[in-house]
Structures are given as structure tokens and as C-alpha cells.
């Protein structure tokens, strides 16, 4: 297959991750966002790792999926926080710094 | 230098003394004075007394008697003292007689002083001395309005021909000369002009005559010393002294303004209804007689005339003083008793008095024989050759001054021969009369002295020589006088005398034979023309009238224009700071509400951005980043 296939698959990916980002209002799916973003990211590793003849951009990968598994913990962690100041998981009403 | 202040001393002391007899103690001191005037005499005959003294850094004072000056003094305490024998009895019975004591003593102090003074300094101090202390014995009833303002109109005009001679001694001053015996060269024009004009104003000469008639509202000895013997001629005087060092031209001026009011005195003498009246004028007259004198170059005959006219001219004073005394003892304050209409037939009543008075007036009038022929023979007869000098050169305005010299010379007998006519002649107007009057001996002796003092032999051998006084190159001795030819002499005399004969039979002719006065007699023109003195103090009324009146306009005028100038001015600031106010108002507080809302707003605007929900923020990171990355990627 060629390379530009998986770019736009890609992007696609990130795309939507930045648009559910931008307009999802529960806090949750915002975290499912991000994720998607991050594996928009390492899918356009693996891709690029397929046409090269070192396997540098797969080991990254592997890594990077340990990476968001961590920071999704510490998001979702971060978002019990905050349910608890703030009583909502509405992004949108979570407009003030202090409270 | 005693001698001077002796009277005034004289004056003080006799104030404290007791009322009855302290004239008679001023008369005393001032006989005391005349005794060491005649020793003044001899002390100068040689050579005049000189007395000098510093005082201050760069101005001496000095005093210089010389011949002139002693027989002046010797003439003044001659007349004060008779003056003063004379007020004992005219005096009588008034409550002021201490006050009349004192000032009279200043008075003749005053006028010693004049006499010896030589730094023009000096001079002047004694010139306003005088001025002032005839206006205290003017003004001795002082209670009366009349008389007061009377003395004070005299005062007046006084002090305005002093501030003439006062710029001319400063600009004698300015030039280097202290006083008299110092100039040794002609004077400037314009200084002598000054000097000239101070001179009018004591003699009382046109424009400046106008106070010697008003002068006569003080009592009748103050004008018998003050206005016949002393303080008219202290201008004469000074002109005598001067006269070396008058320019020619000035001279000329001086002859003429004497000429015209001789006639003009002469001329208002003849309507005057009041003795003292009649005589004031004659005192101008006479004076303009001696002004020629000294314009034309005739200056020993002005100074001759000098001499004798204080003699019979204090005479006729003290003859009406008499006649007065008389007036009042008969009616009282009833009639106005020194009009002559009231009187008439006096000689059957008063025959001392009417003997004196009519040798005085025969003097005045000029008649050979007497004291008054020969020196105003010497002054005619020198105007009469000045002016043919004169019209030689084909200056015939010069003709003038004799002619107007010798009109008068008419006029006057008239005038005198009507006060004798209507005084003493005839029957009497008188509603009652007193029989068997005596005047008192006080008043009797002053009078006979002075009366024999005017006939002719006191003065000069021949009755008929104008050129004979005894005195004559005695007292001006140094000094150039012309000399008259004696033809021109002759002729002069000659025509004064019969133009006094004429004008005393014309006298006779129009009062001499009863003539009636009603109060209210048809005043035709002339009449009033000439009582009125010309007018000449009732213009310079109108004149300080009409100025006042002027600067009284002026001044509300001034008053409106400020007022409304102030008025403006306020006006002004009030809208110039209520302008402000608004601009004040309005465009800064708008500016600075403006720039408030405006970074309000903005503060609002930008602040909105910032506190939005996080999804819109994290938006405007993702543009603001695409938008760098491009830039940096296509630039």
C-alpha cells in the first residue's frame, strides 16, 4: 500500500480526536479524544517504520502506548479532582479559577 | 541785624501786655527801630553792610544793606510807626487789638527783611513772608465770610505771581548766582521774565491786580502800611535792584504793562463808590507810574516816586481812616459808612482831615508845588524821550507808554478831585450829623506829618525840578540812569501840570457842584465797566469757576468709564471662566471617561477571550500555532 494511505488515515484520526476535543462537552470523552489523537500519532510511526528499513518507529510506538496508558491514568485521576471541586463534568462550566 | 527783629519781638511781647496799651508798646519798639534805622544810615554811607553765612554745603546767606536799602528800612519804620500811632485810636474798642499787635509786627519784620535780604534764598523767604503776613492783617476780621475770602483771594493770587519769581530765582540759581550783588551780567530773558512777572504780582500790575482792591477789607492802617508804603513796593524794589541787568526788550515789556495799568487803575478809580476803593486803585495806578519808571530807564524817578508816593498815599489813608472814624462814630453800622455817596460837607465837621487830605491828593495828583510833581514830572519826562528813541529807530508802538502815561496823569486829579469833591464839599448827604467832632490827637498827628512830608521842599530845592531830589545820586549811586534832555523835560513838566489843572477844574465842574446820588442810579455801561475794576476779577472767577466745573465733569465722566470699563472686565472673566469650565467639563471629563470604558470595555471584550470554557481556548491555541507554523513554513 502506499505510505499516503496510512497519512491520511492519519490525520483523519487526529482530525476527529480535535474535533471531539473542541466540542464534546463530557470530560470523559474529551480524555477519549486525546487518546485518539495519541494514536493518530503512533499509528503515523508505524506507518512510516513499514517503508524504512530500520524498525526504530515500531519500538517507538510501543513506548508512546505505555506513555498514554500512564497519562490517562493521571487524566482520569486529575478529572475525580475536579468532579469534586466543581460537582460536574461539564467542560463547559468549568470556567472559573478559582471557586 | 537786630533792627529786624525787633518788631516782631515787639509784637510778642506786646501780646501779654494789656489790652488798652499794647499798640502803645509796638509803637515804642518799632520808634526804637526807627532811631537805629537812621544809625543804619550813616553806617552805610560809605559802604554797604555785608553779612554772610553758610548754611548748608553749598549755599551761603548773605544780607547786603546798602544806601537804597537803609533809607527803605528808615521809610518803613517811619510809616509803621506812625501806622501804629495812628491804630492806637482807630483800634480802640476791638477785641483782637493783641492779634492786630502781632501780626503787624511780623508784618514790618517780614518787610526789613525783604529789604536787606540779598541771597535770593532769602529774598524769597521774606517775599512769602510778607505775602502771608498781609494776608493775616487782611484777614484780621476773620469772623466776617466777606473779608475772609476776600483776604484769601488776595493770598491767591499772591502766591500764583510768586511761583514766577520763584522759577526765576531757581534758574538764576541753576546758572551760578546766589543772590543780587552777585550778577554781573545781563539776565536771560526768560529768567527775567520770571523774576519780572514774581515783581507784578507783589505790585500788584496787570494780569495780576486783582487782589489789592479786595485787600481792602482789612482794617484802614493795615492798608495804609501795607498797600501805600510797603509791601506794593517791594516788586519795585526788587526791579530797582535788578534793573543793571534787565535785557532791553524785557524793559520794554515792563514799560508797557505798567502803562496799561496805570490807565486801567485810573480809569476804574473814577466809578468807585467805596474811599478805600478809590485809593486801592490809585496804589495800582501810582505803581504803574513806577514800573515805567523802570522800563524806561528812568530809574531814579521810580525810586524818587517810590519815596514819595508811601508818603501821601499813607496820608490819604489814613485821612479816610479818619473820615471813617468820624462815619462811624455818627451812624453806626447803620449805613455802610465808607461810601462816598452817604457823605458830603464833611470839611465843615472834620477840617484837620480835610486840610491833610487835600495836600495828599494835590501831591498825587501831581500839582508843582508838591512832593508828587516832581517825581512823577521825572518819570513822564523819561517816557516821553525813551519812546522818541524809540521812534527814531521807527518804532512808534513805543509811543504808547507816554501817552497812556499822560492820560492817566489826566485822570488821576479827576479821580482824586471827585473823592474830595464828594467827601468834603458841599452840602451834605449825611441824614444826621455831629457838630463839634474832635478827633482824637492820636489820629491827628500821623496824619499832619504825613501831610507835610508831601509838599515839595522835603524832596527837592526847586518846587519845579524833577531831576532835583536831594537823594538822587545818593541812593542809586553806581547805577547808570539815563538823562532826559532838558528840553523834553521842560515840556513834560510843563504839560503835567496843566493836565493836572485841567483835570481838577473838571472834577470841580462835574462833583463839585452838588450833585445827588441816588442808590440805584442808572448804571450806564461805562460806569459798571469801570467799577467792576474791568472786570477783571469777575473773569478770573469765571475763569476758576468754569475750570472747576470742568474738572467736575471730567470726573464723572471718568467715574462712568471706569465703572463700565470695570463692569466689562468682570463681565468678561465670568463668560471667559465659564467657558473653560464647560470645556472643562466636557472634553476632558469626556476624554477621561472615554479612555475608561474604552479599556473597560476592551478589559471586558479580552477578558471574555480568557475566561471562556477550555475547549475554546484550547481552539484559539490550535489556530494561533497553524498559524505559526505556516509563517514560518511559507515566509
Known amino acids: 500500500m502506499k505510505l499516503e494511505a496510512f497519512l491520511y488515515l492519519s490525520v483523519f484520526l487526529f482530525a476527529s480526536g480535535l474535533t471531539i476535543i473542541l466540542v464534546k462537552k463530557n470530560a470523559v470523552l474529551v480524555l477519549i479524544g486525546i487518546e485518539l489523537i495519541l494514536n493518530s500519532a503512533n499509528l503515523n510511526l508505524v506507518a512510516f517504520s513499514k517503508f524504512d528499513p530500520s524498525i526504530s518507529g515500531q519500538m517507538f510506538a510501543i513506548f508512546s502506548i505505555v506513555l498514554a496508558a500512564g497519562e490517562i491514568a493521571i487524566g482520569l485521576a486529575i478529572l475525580i479532582n475536579v468532579y469534586k471541586s466543581y460537582l460536574t463534568t461539564n467542560v463547559g462550566e468549568i470556567d472559573h479559577l478559582k471557586h | 541785624m537786630a533792627l529786624t527783629f525787633l518788631p516782631i519781638i515787639g509784637g510778642i511781647i506786646a501780646y501779654g501786655v494789656k489790652k488798652e496799651w499794647c499798640l502803645q508798646v509796638n509803637a515804642i519798639f518799632v520808634f526804637v527801630s526807627l532811631l537805629g534805622a537812621f544809625g543804619l544810615i550813616g553806617l552805610v554811607h560809605d559802604e554797604s553792610f555785608i553779612a554772610s553765612r553758610q548754611w548748608v554745603d553749598h549755599y551761603t546767606l548773605q544780607i547786603n544793606v546798602d544806601r537804597l536799602a537803609a533809607l527803605l528800612i528808615t521809610l518803613v519804620y517811619f510809616i509803621a510807626f506812625l501806622v501804629l500811632v495812628f491804630s492806637v485810636h482807630y483800634m480802640r474798642g476791638e477785641d483782637g487789638v493783641r492779634r492786630y499787635g502781632l501780626k503787624l509786627g511780623f508784618f514790618i519784620s517780614s518787610m526789613v527783611g525783604l529789604l536787606i535780604a540779598d541771597s535770593f534764598i532769602l529774598l524769597f523767604l521774606f517775599w512769602e513772608l510778607v505775602g502771608f503776613s498781609s494776608f493775616l492783617l487782611i484777614g484780621y476780621w476773620y469772623y466776617d465770610k466777606d473779608k475772609a475770602q476776600s483776604a484769601k483771594q488776595s493770598f491767591m493770587i499772591n502766591r500764583v505771581a510768586d511761583a514766577f519769581l520763584l522759577v526765576g530765582i531757581i534758574l538764576l540759581m541753576i546758572k551760578g548766582d546766589q543772590s543780587m550783588s552777585e550778577i554781573k551780567e545781563p539776565l536771560d530773558f526768560s529768567t527775567g521774565l520770571f523774576l519780572v512777572f514774581g515783581a507784578f504780582g507783589k505790585s500788584a500790575q496787570l494780569p495780576f491786580s486783582g487782589w489789592l482792591p479786595k485787600a481792602m477789607a482789612g482794617p484802614t492802617p493795615v492798608s495804609a502800611l501795607i498797600h501805600a508804603a510797603t509791601m506794593v513796593t517791594a516788586g519795585v524794589y526788587l526791579l530797582i535792584r535788578l534793573s543793571p541787568f534787565i535785557p532791553e526788550p524785557l524793559k520794554f515789556i515792563i514799560a508797557i504793562i505798567g502803562a496799561g495799568t496805570a490807565f486801567y487803575a485810573a480809569f476804574s478809580a473814577l466809578a468807585q463808590y467805596d474811599i478805600k476803593s478809590v485809593l486801592a486803585y490809585s496804589t495800582i495806578s501810582q505803581l504803574g507810574y513806577m514800573m515805567i519808571g523802570i522800563g524806561v530807564g528812568a530809574t531814579s524817578s521810580a525810586a524818587f516816586h517810590l519815596w514819595t508816593h508811601a508818603f501821601f498815599k499813607a496820608g490819604l489813608f489814613m485821612s479816610a481812616g479818619s473820615v471813617i472814624i468820624y462815619m462811624h462814630h455818627v451812624f453806626g453800622h447803620q449805613y455802610d459808612s465808607q461810601d462816598m455817596r452817604n457823605m458830603g460837607g464833611l470839611k465843615r465837621f472834620l477840617p484837620a482831615t480835610f486840610i491833610v487830605h487835600t495836600i495828599c491828593s494835590l501831591s498825587l495828583a501831581g500839582l508843582p508845588f508838591f512832593s508828587g510833581f516832581m517825581s512823577k514830572g521825572g518819570i513822564l519826562a523819561g517816557s516821553v524821550h525813551w519812546a522818541q528813541s524809540y521812534g527814531d529807530m521807527g518804532f512808534i508802538w513805543a509811543y504808547f507808554v507816554p501817552v497812556l502815561a499822560f492820560l492817566t496823569a489826566l485822570l488821576t486829579p479827576i479821580y482824586i478831585g471827585r473823592q474830595l469833591f464828594l467827601v468834603y464839599w458841599n452840602k451834605t448827604n449825611l441824614p444826621i450829623w455831629i457838630t463839634g467832632f474832635n478827633q482824637s490827637l492820636w489820629v491827628k498827628l500821623p496824619i499832619f506829618l504825613l501831610a507835610i512830608f508831601s509838599v515839595w521842599i522835603f524832596f527837592g530845592l526847586n518846587p519845579l525840578d524833577s531831576n532835583g531830589w536831594y537823594l538822587k545820586d545818593y541812593v542809586l549811586a553806581g547805577v547808570e540812569v539815563i538823562t532826559v534832555p532838558f528840553k523834553v523835560t521842560v515840556i513834560s513838566e510843563i504839560a503835567a501840570a496843566l493836565l493836572v489843572i485841567v483835570g481838577l477844574l473838571i472834577a470841580y465842574f462835574i462833583y463839585g457842584r452838588g ?74 471629563d469626556g476624554i477621561v471617561g472615554f479612555s475608561a470604558k474604552f479599556a473597560s470595555t476592551m478589559g471586558t471584550v479580552l477578558s471574555r477571550l480568557q475566561s471562556r470554557g477550555i475547549q475554546s481556548q484550547i481552539l484559539y491555541l490550535l489556530i494561533l500555532l497553524t498559524g505559526i507554523i505556516s509563517w514560518i513554513l511559507f515566509l
Open chain 2, 515 to 588: 450833585v445827588v446820588f441816588s442808590i440805584d442810579q442808572k448804571r450806564n455801561f461805562f460806569i459798571q465797566f469801570a467799577h467792576q475794576g474791568w472786570f477783571l476779577s469777575t473773569s478770573y472767577q469765571a475763569i476758576s469757576t468754569s475750570y472747576l466745573a470742568i474738572c467736575q465733569s471730567l470726573a464723572k465722566i471718568d467715574e462712568r468709564i471706569i465703572d463700565h470699563s470695570i463692569d466689562l472686565f468682570a463681565i468678561t472673566m465670568v463668560m471667559l471662566s465659564r467657558s473653560m469650565g464647560w470645556m472643562d467639563r466636557f472634553i476632558v
